[in-house]
Every structure is written in structure tokens, then in C-alpha cells.
């Protein structure tokens, strides 16, 4: 039921592009993407709906394929801020699931300069 | 801009002992929850609560743990008797509903608080 991130860790220097993948075995409503910095709390980028519209990060970009449960996370020009590890979180509810996220295992994400 | 707060920031409790760990919302919100991580683990989800209710909770959110508002602006997270197992950061969030362009109701972000560091000894 979890959802499956790939790939586990991408090392990145400085202005180059990356792509986390987000994958469910079940069909999604929405799907969240945090970011986590060390010893911090997950901070929110994105929420993509079924349907097409999203919401968040204007410098981040992200799609979602409903017919493959899928979504993407796309960070272009990475900057040394991008470093964490990012999580997927799935609702595969809607309105009736009270808003409960179901979070991938993270991606760990390392910018040098 | 609006925050969750948690408190404490870390406590340390032997095995067996009850601990309460505290949160307060976002002032708006009316839909709460609590997640741990495990340390270098994901965020895994084990309850959320809404009007007074527990209105979903996971397998991890067994009879040892249990959730109260008691009063308009604190949401707590008791665990009866801690287990050595227990040691995690544990994180409270709020959130709230937005109407999406097709009309329909979508859950927003969820604001994380900082967490608390619980350690079982």
C-alpha cells in the first residue's frame, strides 16, 4: 500500500536537473510532495489532483499520471537548498479519507557545489 | 505566517511510563494528525482527528496510544505505557479543505510542526 520512490538517493551538483518518480499500486486521488531537511519537519511543495490541477511550489515542477499511479518531481537548476530527502505522500480517498497521506520510503537528495 | 508548535522538543521517558507529547494547530484548521519516523525511516502515518473524533488510525495506533482536543487550541498524543520500540520523532500536522477548480473538495497541504524526540530508555 505503500507508495514506491525512485530512485532511493541522486547525488546533484550544482544547476544540474533531477526526477523523482512516485509510484502506487492503487489509485490516487492526490499526490503530496514534501521535502525534509535533516532533524526538520517535512515541508509541503506540491499537491497534484486527479484531474490535472495543482497547487504549490512555483519553482518546482511536478506531473501526475492517473491511469499509472504515478507522479513526478521535477527540480531543474538544483541549488545547494535542494538538499533532503523528499517524500511522496499518497491519498487515494478524496474527501472521505479525512486527509491521511501515505508517505514513500524518501529519496535523498544531495547537492554539491 | 500561521505555525504548528510541538512541545516538548524532546523527552526522554523510561520503559513502562506514560508520556503526553503536545501540539497546537494551525488556528483554522480543523483536521489534525499525527505521523512518526523512525529514525532514517519514512513518515508513517498513525491517526487523524476531526470534531472531536478519531476519524481514521493506522495498525501502529494500537490501545497503548490514544488522542485528545482538550480544549480549543491544544491536540495531545498519550502513550500509556511506553515500549523501547516507541523511540521516534513524532509529529502533529494540520490541515484543512479547499475547493478545486472542478468544484469539488481536495485536501490542502499539511502544515508539519517541528516534532518531538521521544527516546524510550
Known amino acids: 500500500q505503500q507508495p514506491v520512490q525512485s530512485p532511493q538517493a541522486v547525488i546533484l551538483r550544482e544547476g544540474e536537473d533531477a526526477v523523482i518518480n512516485c509510484s502506487s499500486s492503487?489509485?490516487?486521488?492526490?499526490v503530496h510532495w514534501y521535502r525534509q531537511k535533516h532533524g526538520e519537519a517535512p515541508v509541503f511543495l506540491m499537491i497534484?489532483?486527479?484531474?490535472?490541477e495543482q497547487k504549490g511550489h512555483d519553482k518546482i515542477s511536478a506531473s501526475f499520471n492517473e491511469k499509472k499511479q504515478q507522479s513526478s518531481l521535477y527540480l531543474t537548476a538544483s541549488q545547494l537548498s535542494y538538499s533532503g530527502t523528499y517524500f511522496c505522500g499518497t491519498d487515494i480517498a478524496g474527501g472521505t479519507s479525512y486527509g491521511k497521506l501515505t508517505f514513500g520510503q524518501g529519496t535523498i537528495l544531495t547537492v554539491h557545489p | 505566517e500561521p505555525e504548528v508548535t510541538q512541545t516538548p522538543s524532546h523527552q526522554v521517558t523510561q520503559m513502562g511510563q506514560e508520556v503526553i507529547l503536545r501540539c497546537v494547530p494551525i488556528s483554522n484548521h480543523l483536521y489534525f494528525y499525527w505521523y512518526r519516523q523512525i529514525l532514517g525511516q519514512k513518515v508513517e502515518f498513525l491517526v487523524s482527528f476531526y470534531n472531536n473524533e478519531i476519524s481514521e488510525k493506522s495498525e501502529i495506533f494500537d490501545d497503548q496510544f490514544s488522542v485528545e482536543r482538550p480544549d480549543g487550541s491544544n491536540f495531545t498524543l498519550k502513550i500509556r505505557s511506553t515500549k523501547l520500540e516507541d523511540s521516534a520523532m513524532y509529529f502533529c500536522?494540520?490541515?484543512?479543505?479547499?475547493?478545486?477548480?472542478?468544484?469539488?473538495?481536495?485536501?490542502?497541504?499539511?502544515?508539519f510542526g517541528p516534532g518531538t524526540r521521544l527516546t524510550v530508555l
Open positions: 500536522a494540520s490541515s484543512s479543505l479547499f475547493r478545486t477548480g472542478a468544484g469539488t473538495s481536495a485536501w490542502n497541504e499539511q502544515f
Open positions: 492503487k489509485a490516487l486521488y492526490s
Open positions: 497534484l489532483l486527479k484531474g490535472g
